[in-house]
């Protein structure tokens, strides 16, 4: 395989921010249409090749990868935090061990799970075999967003790349990372190759659209999604959406409140709130709605706001400066309507929100239905399971929820009613947690799986094969057709789809009448 540079030149330029200080850091070009056709060509050879290539030698090279992450862990950190403005434990635990999870456990399963499936062979077919091949599409095209920019990266297109595809990762001009992403990848040979780097804007993920990857992954917001999705439907591209979320968590009256409201807390406030399945409507229970938000505003206002920290602080940067607009919109909206801001409501120097508490709110609000993505947690109270399902259905959105309460059938009644993807019960975000688990959502959160099983095949083909012996039986759907043959047919159908005690054997007697039939030539 011929090497090529991951990099693509063009004049014009792209300017990336440090999200702590907001700076400058470097800039980024952005990519014309000949070096994404160069892209491509490289691509398409490393996928021919990666068909060829031994999933030992795949796995191998995956792991030269994770011991690269979880040596430099601190320097990759450094980076994280300075374009995205995270503190530093959002950071490792959310993109280090995230990423080192996820491909420990798809390098662990992957021989299972792409291997060659033998499938029954239904006894109208005897004598067959049945199998079902796993193949890679060829190239994946990976359009990744800027809330995590190391750990969805890495994770989709490492995981591509096991199940034997080449990959094209676009980072978003917000947070790429330009050169780490480099650095880490290029600890094997082989990924270096076969994983390429495209930058820019969304000029950049058109032209790659429009050179026809095999198939395309995306997260991000629903409104670009949209585009993305209108752009390949008329290519014929099979994409993968992992969209916007509003998630609930739904708390009953029988919770441990201390408990609850931790949980609440760092559900909504992880990584500033800039998570799709950040918690952005907390429903609580009547009977305990007044001690929660007590308690509730009382531990937000312990959390410390900062970065540039050494691990101990709670709540980082805004890392986009249109994202903080969008935040001070709802809040400054849903105030002018009418809703109470317990805490918080308020920018905090040049890149920080504070984090907020707010109750009141009412559907007309922009934070009601809009995901906000920030440091807020709007607070709402209702009195039934029946109207919390019906009222938390009723939004366009269905990435993932929680439900809290000690009765567990109660919890796993209400989990099977929403319309969401995942649930974590008594726990949120933890779905995420498990590598085994699939994610992904529903409505306009999205569609396809990522993760888990599901997830690594869906870099994959299904192909189905039937293995028939070299012999010389006519089979007896083959021509001629005659009355005789047909009458048999009919009789099979009758026997076939009937219950009987003595099935079997009438069908033995029926297989053998129409192999009879079937050598016998037109008369």
């Known amino acids: 395989m011929s090497e090529q540079t991951t990099l693509i ?17 470097y800039q980024l070009q952005e990519s014309g249409q000949e070096g994404v056709n160069t892209l491509f060509e490289q691509a398409r050879t490393v996928a021919r090749e990666l068909r060829q290539t ?8 995956v792991e030269q990868v994770m011991d690269y992450i979880r040596d430099n862990r601190d320097h990759i950190v450094d980076r994280i935090c300075d374009e995205t403005g995270k503190t530093r434990t959002d950071a490792l635990v959310s993109e280090i061990m995230g990423v080192l999870d996820n491909l420990e456990w798809n390098v662990h399963n992957a021989p299972k799970i792409l291997k060659d499936e033998k499938v029954a062979t239904p006894i109208t077919l005897l004598g067959k075999k049945s199998r ?13 967003p800027w809330n995590y920019p190391f750990h969805i990266a890495m994770t989709f297109s490492l995981g591509a790349f096991l199940a034997g595809n080449a990959v094209i990762l676009k980072p978003s001009e917000q947070t790429p990372l330009q050169g780490l992403l480099e650095e880490v990848l290029a600890a094997s040979p082989l990924i270096k190759r076969a994983v390429q780097v ?16 095999d198939k395309i992954f995306f997260t991000g917001s629903t409104r670009t999604g949209k585009r993305i999705l209108r752009q390949a439907s008329d290519l014929l591209i099979p994409a993968e959406m992992e969209l916007g979320g509003k998630d609930q968590m739904i708390v009953f009256d029988d919770v441990n409140l201390k408990r609850t409201v931790a949980g609440a807390l760092w559900g909504a406030l992880t990584n500033a709130g800039q998570s799709c399945t950040s918690v952005e ?3 609580i229970h009547d009977s305990i709605y007044d001690e929660f938000v007590k308690q509730l505003v009382t531990e937000t206002e312990k959390l410390v706001v900062n970065t540039g920290d050494r691990g101990d602080s709670d709540i980082g940067a805004i890392t986009a400066g249109f994202q903080l607009n969008i935040i001070e919109q709802h809040v400054e ?9 317990l805490t918080g409501g308020a920018r905090l120097g ?9 109750t009141d709110i009412t559907p007309d609000m922009q934070l009601h239905t809009e995901e906000t993505f920030g440091p807020l947690i709007p607070v709402y109270r209702f009195s039934s399971e029946k109207d919390v399902i019906r009222e938390t259905n009723s939004f366009q959105y269905g990435l993932s929820a929680s ?12 989990a099977r009613a929403i319309e969401v993807g995942a649930v974590s019960i008594n726990n949120v975000m933890l779905t995420e947690g498990n590598p085994a688990l699939p994610f992904g959502g529903q409505k306009e959160s999205g569609f396809g799986r990522a993760k888990g099983a599901e997830g690594l095949r869906a870099f994959t083909r299904s192909k189905s094969i039937l293995i028939d012996k070299q012999s010389g039986i006519i089979e007896p759907n083959w021509y001629p057709y005659t009355m005789k043959k047909y009458r048999i047919f009919d009789k099979l159908i009758e026997v076939l789809f009937t219950k009987s005690p003595v099935k079997l054997l009438k069908l033995a007697v029926t297989g053998m009448k129409l192999e009879g039939e079937a050598k016998q030539p037109r008369g």
């Open 132 to 144: 079902i091949f796993h193949e890679p599409y060829g190239v994946i095209l990976k359009v990744a």
């Open 403 to 414: 439900v809290w309460s000690k009765n567990l059938n109660r919890a796993e009644r209400v």
């Open 350 to 358: 040049d890149n920080f929100y504070l984090p907020t508490v707010i």
């Open 9 to 25: 030149h063009d004049t014009s330029s792209i300017p990336v921010c440090s999200a702590v200080t907001g700076q400058t850091v």
């Open 198 to 213: 495209a930058y820019g804007t969304g000029i950049t993920a058109q032209q790659l659209i429009a050179a026809r990857p």
């Open 54 to 61: 031994p999933l030992k030698q795949r796995q191998h090279a």
């Open 281 to 283: 409507r907390l429903y």
């Open 333 to 341: 909206d849903a105030r002018s309507k009418g809703a109470k801001i």
